[in-house]
């Protein structure tokens, strides 16, 4: 690990998919591997203090912390962010069925050298923030579609943990080289 980890130069890389689908689990271990700076996902502590059911918005006060968030520390070798704007562009036209020209703006200009795109083929885990237990293979499908159309350099994760991680380690020995 001591020796990935020294040759990482400001890599940033973001975790991404639908609810459930190991987004966190990653990023942790993805973060822990390679001592990585490690970006959690805003949208938990907002809606946890929130009081109420969230609203359209909240969504936009939600994405642009999320994006500060994001680009806080750069000075790490390797930023790990639990989430990013394909969650809060598909979260927000999939609940409200419209787009947010913040949302939309913070899209275009994020920056990551990849996105691990999690394959929901793990059990949902049911929490009080979740929604869409029976959805989660169409909203895959949604953020491929999103991340294909965009051009992103993006990476399907499947499997268990340790399989995910394989798959992980495999990209950034590649930007690294």
């Not at 490690?38 to 502590?45: G, H, N, T």
């Not at 200009?109 to 691990?116: A, E, G, K, N, Y």
């Not at 929901?120 to 237990?133: A, C, G, N, V």
């Amino acid at each position: 690990m001591e020796e990935t980890s020294n040759h990482l130069k400001g890599i940033r890389l973001a975790v991404t998919g639908p609810e459930s689908s190991g987004k966190t689990t990653l990023a942790t271990a993805v973060s822990n591997f390679y001592n990585g700076k490690f970006v959690p996902e805003y949208a938990r502590e907002y809606l946890h203090a929130l009081g109420r059911g969230y609203q359209q918005c909240d969504l936009p006060k939600i994405a642009q912390k999320q994006f500060d968030l994001n680009n806080a520390d750069v000075s790490f070798p390797l930023v790990i962010c639990d989430t990013e704007m394909t969650v809060m562009r598909i979260w927000h036209r999939y609940k409200f069925n419209m787009n947010d020209k913040l949302i939309d703006g913070l899209f275009q200009i994020q920056s990551f050298d990849h996105l691990f795109l999690c394959m929901p083929d793990i059990p949902w885990e049911p929490d009080s923030l979740r929604e869409h237990p029976g959805e989660r293979e169409l909203l895959f499908e949604l953020y491929l579609k999103e991340l294909q159309h965009q051009a992103i350099s993006f990476s399907v994760v499947c499997g268990t943990l340790e399989q995910r991680m394989l798959q992980v380690k495999q990209v950034v020995d590649r930007l690294v080289r």
